[in-house]
């Protein structure tokens, strides 16, 4: 495939239209340097980490690829002013946004001349990202891991509501874990894809392996997208699910939920591996992720999975 | 296009992988009859009709094609037996069966000769039918219109989890409602498609039209999959989806739901028009349908934007 006259590789100056999703406790400097060093765009997850830890991280990313590489950014919690500082005393250039909206952080980061992504669920937001200046955006379907929207668009909708509504590039997140996945988000008008889940499981994700390993016996039906009423959270089923679950079926508030919840919950379950009392965030992919194999297998496998799709599909 | 060689052109004998849903007040015999005269199989929904209607709405289409069509039959609704009595009489060849399980059904079907597909929503599913004798499966996902499954699988994700649980070709539906989209289901290794809501919104379809010009007016988040305690439904936001909310948002059972729901309340909104208090059935591709033309030139439509969807994936 020659990729060189893409506009998500133009921008971001990388060989294949594949970005590797920023994820809490799995994507530390190793995972997003091996995903860099293969092709795509790696991202640090800022999410869980302490200002401190993240500085650490992306200067360790530094050391262990020349590839461009980013981070990201979710605009809720209360240190990611710390964090955007932090970027840009580090030099970095890349970085994706999510979880709030895109105009409190956008300004700071232009001038620095960094390109900047910001993670939508709906059209209408991916539109205002376009007019706040956003060079791209990343459109996260119903099917995703982890935070997701309130709107419930899957990406077989959501992608082309988004490609409809904006002229910048479009990056489609959420059900991606194969190559026939990734071609079929190009079919919907995507200019390339975010792949989270996949690389969560795999050798170079900080996520604990026990978590790695109930991930890939999950069978199809095993995630839902919980707390609707709090922060909508795709995650496995287990004790902790029962008790949302539980809540939720009572018409529980979200403070209630958020009060379960507590603090820790997805670091006891995806960094710590307390499979029944911790928060496992995964897509609904998970039902078809069997293996934690090295980044660079990976992409390669999905490369050829695409190849071999693209191929079924015929000749134009 | 050549599709001369596509397993589900050659078990149903159209010209093109495109079936179109058999759904509740929209497809009798006018819209069943102008899908397949435009190469795709035309269904006729028996979901809505008495058996005596459903039996005139049968001998209408064949007065109105000479091309093959087929009945949607779901099982779990009391006069199901008497509609695949008449369908037996009738001598129809094509058999779609759903909400139920398809060994209720396909013996007596199987050996009057018919094709006989099932509408699934896991690869479980799936699998029974093509262990029960299917002839195909028909996986429809999340986004999808009317009534939908339990597990939340969406198009993207379910599509490929039926691939490979079953040899049987798998006909892809939810989501579809453009050429693009129906690509992206060929990408993930769909054998053909399913369209329903993009029928339901044509000249051809007997839905009332302010039921059509509603579809048309909605907005990206205009539906959402209600009712999970009963039977889970996608429906329009309106006076009655708020009501069912309400209920649901205060731990309503599956008994109080059904009796809000209570007789007719489907007829009063897709039939008869009532916007408020009726039950508006759609899925989630509404916010990409906004106009209502003919069955012919909507399916040349499809076909010249599945053409340039293919084109952009660039040449194999």
């Given at each position: 495939?020659?990729w060189?006259?893409?506009?998500v590789?133009?921008?971001?100056?990388?060989?294949?239209?594949?970005?590797?999703?920023?994820?809490?406790?799995?994507?530390?400097?190793?995972?997003?340097?091996?995903?860099?060093?293969?092709?795509?765009?790696?991202?640090i997850?800022?999410?869980?980490?302490?200002?401190?830890?993240f500085?650490?991280?992306?200067?360790?990313?530094?050391?262990l690829?020349?590839?461009?590489?980013?981070?990201?950014?979710?605009?809720?919690?209360?240190?990611?002013?710390?964090?955007?500082?932090?970027t840009?005393?580090?030099?970095?250039?890349?970085?994706?946004?999510?979880?709030?909206?895109?105009?409190?952080?956008?300004?700071?980061l232009?001038?620095?001349g960094?390109?900047?992504?910001?993670?939508?669920?709906?059209?209408?937001?991916?539109?205002?990202?376009?007019?706040?200046?956003?060079?791209?955006?990343?459109?996260e379907?119903?099917?995703?891991?982890?935070?997701?929207?309130?709107?419930?668009?899957?990406?077989?909708?959501?992608?082309?509501?988004?490609?409809?509504?904006?002229?910048?590039?479009?990056?489609?997140?959420?059900?991606?874990?194969?190559?026939?996945?990734?071609?079929?988000?190009?079919?919907?008008?995507?200019?390339?894809?975010?792949?989270?889940?996949?690389?969560?499981?795999?050798?170079?994700?900080?996520?604990?392996d026990?978590?790695?390993?109930?991930?890939?016996?999950?069978?199809?039906?095993?995630?839902?997208?919980?707390?609707k009423?709090?922060?909508?959270?795709r995650?496995?089923?287990?004790?902790?699910?029962?008790?949302?679950?539980?809540?939720?079926?009572?018409?529980?508030?979200?403070?209630?939920?958020?009060?379960?919840?507590?603090?820790?919950r997805?670091?006891?379950?995806?960094?710590?591996?307390?499979?029944?009392?911790?928060?496992?965030?995964?897509?609904?992919?998970?039902?078809?992720i069997?293996?934690?194999?090295?980044?660079a297998?990976?992409?390669?496998?999905?490369?050829?999975?695409?190849?071999?799709?693209?191929?079924?599909?015929?000749?134009?």
């Open positions: 495939m020659d060189s006259t893409n506009r590789c133009r921008l971001l100056g990388i060989d294949l239209p594949l970005v590797q999703g920023g994820m809490v406790y799995m994507s530390g400097a190793k995972l997003a340097a091996a995903v860099s060093n293969a092709g795509g765009l790696g991202l997850g800022s999410g869980s980490m302490r200002p401190d830890l500085r650490e991280q992306v200067r360790k990313c530094r050391d690829t020349d590839r461009p590489f980013g981070v990201n950014i979710p605009l809720l919690y209360g240190h990611s002013r710390d964090v955007l500082e932090i840009l005393e580090e030099g970095i250039r890349i970085v994706v946004t999510s979880a709030g909206s895109p105009r409190r952080a956008i300004g700071p232009k001038e620095a960094c390109t900047v992504m910001h993670v939508v669920a709906n059209p209408a937001l991916a539109r205002k990202c376009e007019d706040a200046g956003c060079d791209a955006v990343i459109c379907g119903f099917e995703a891991g982890g935070h997701n929207g309130r709107e419930e668009l899957t990406t077989m909708v959501l992608m082309p509501q988004c490609r409809a509504a904006v002229s910048v590039p479009v990056i489609a997140a959420g059900g991606i874990a194969t190559g026939a996945q990734w071609l079929a988000a190009m079919a919907l008008g995507a200019d390339a894809v975010q792949i989270g889940s996949r690389f969560a499981i795999s050798a170079e994700s900080s996520g604990h026990a978590y790695k390993q109930r991930v890939m016996a999950a069978g199809f039906g095993d995630t839902m997208l919980m707390m009423r709090h922060v909508p959270v995650m496995l089923r287990n004790r902790f699910f029962d008790e949302v679950a539980e809540l939720e079926a009572r018409g529980a508030s979200g403070e209630e939920l958020a009060e379960l919840l507590g603090t820790g997805a670091r006891r379950g995806m960094l710590e591996g307390d499979l029944e009392d911790g928060e496992l965030e995964i897509g609904q992919v998970s039902g078809l069997d293996d934690a194999p090295p980044v297998e990976l992409v390669a496998r999905l490369q050829r999975e695409y190849a071999a799709a693209r191929e079924r599909l015929g000749a134009p």
